[in-house]
């Protein structure tokens, strides 16, 4: 694999905060090569370090191949073969779906098609068989290429500790109460005299995408459509005053008899991508901090390089049957980091080259 020719990739939204990361993960990827940038009418025909001027947020230069680059329309007449949507979705259906019609293979870490029933929202160590539904999206909509999306950041490090809790114990029911970090809100986000000595107890749409985005991803292929999984799911979603890093708290009823060990044994035990050898992919996806006061932030959204779900506190519930903490990077395993994951295992396992 690290031999082959590089595969051109494209960037849309490549001057926001997504699509910053993106190019801070791609820089010195070995299957993937940055040959485009693009971004709304504002950045294009500059350079990308004009486009950028003061609000590069990642602590590393910007590469100098990509400084020099020019940024331009999202339109599609790049010069790639897949595209990494870090558009916001406000505009990134209409442009999402002109370049999958032209051909091009589309990662998307928006949300205007993550409900679409014939879009897999692929999560590659939980559900890589709704990659099925590529056909059934070529055959409804005659495209040349194809969206693949990658989840809502909150709900990839909560569906990542579920999927192995669903698979040895079964899911009955979830709660979970996040508390999620100001650069989830993209660039410029939060006001600072909105969030300082602060909690905001709401982030609109969030719960409904935490909720459906789960039970969807958590589903199985019947026919030419998803069943979505029998779990009930109950969400409240927190924006605090911290830099990087979702924190949840959640709360599982299990349909089969188990112990706080064997919660332990399902996490540390789960690894469907290990031997792969996919360059995103972690060591460990889910780690253990089970420590009184343990996953935090400052501490633990760094680990495996962004790319783990980190678990602590792990306990019998009151209500429910058990209680747990999930840490992950926002940015990385649950945005950026994610799509580039998405099409590294579409690579390996060739759907790439399949569809496009």
């Known amino acids: 694999m690290n031999e082959m020719k590089k595969i051109k990739v494209g960037i849309l939204g ?23 940038l693009a971004a709304s009418e504002r950045s294009t025909n500059k350079t990308y ?10 602590p590393v230069e ?8 020019e940024v331009k329309d999202c339109k599609p007449n790049l010069d790639c073969d897949i595209v990494f949507s870090a558009l916001d979705a406000s505009v990134a259906k209409e442009i999402e779906e002109d370049f ?3 051909g091009y293979g589309v990662l998307s870490n928006a949300s205007s098609h993550r409900m679409d029933e014939d879009v897999p929202l692929l999560i590659p160590e939980i559900n890589p068989q709704h990659l099925e539904l590529l056909d059934v999206q070529k055959k409804n909509r005659k495209w040349d290429g194809f969206v693949v999306t990658n989840a809502n950041c909150t709900t990839t490090h909560l569906v990542l500790t579920l999927k192995p809790l669903n698979d040895w114990f079964v899911l009955d029911k979830v709660i979970v109460t996040s508390m999620q970090a100001l650069s989830g809100a993209g660039y410029p986000g939060v006001a600072a005299l909105d969030i300082i000595d602060n909690v905001i107890p ?14 969807k991803i958590l ?51 789960f690894n469907p991508l290990k031997g792969l050898n996919l360059p995103m992919a972690p060591n460990k996806p889910i780690i253990i901090k089970n420590e009184e006061d343990r996953p935090q932030p400052k501490l633990d959204r760094e680990l495996e390089k962004g790319m783990a779900s ?30 580039i994951l998405n099409a590294e295992y579409m690579h390996y396992k060739g759907y790439l080259e399949e569809y496009l």
């Open 310 to 339: 980190v678990v602590g506190r792990i306990r019998k519930c009151n209500v429910l049957d058990f209680k747990y903490v999930v840490l992950g990077h926002n940015l990385i395993r649950g945005a950026a980091g994610a799509s």
């Open 219 to 269: 589903g199985e292929m019947k026919g030419s459509k998803i069943e979505f999984a029998n779990v009930a799911i109950s969400a409240q979603c927190n924006r605090v005053n911290v830099k990087d890093g979702h924190t949840e708290c959640v709360s599982v009823k299990l349909r089969k008899q188990a112990n706080v060990d064997d919660l332990i044994e399902a996490f540390e035990e």
């Open 49 to 58: 370090y004009e486009a950028v001027l003061g609000r590069w947020r990642w």
């Open 14 to 36: 490549a001057t926001g905060l997504v699509g910053q990361t993106f190019i801070y993960l791609l820089k010195d990827h070995p299957w993937f090569e940055i040959t485009e």
């Open 100 to 102: 999958a019609k032209s």
């Open 202 to 215: 709401f982030i609109k749409n969030e719960e409904q995408k935490v909720e459906n985005e789960t039970r």
């Open 62 to 69: 910007i590469p100098d191949k990509i400084k020099n680059m």
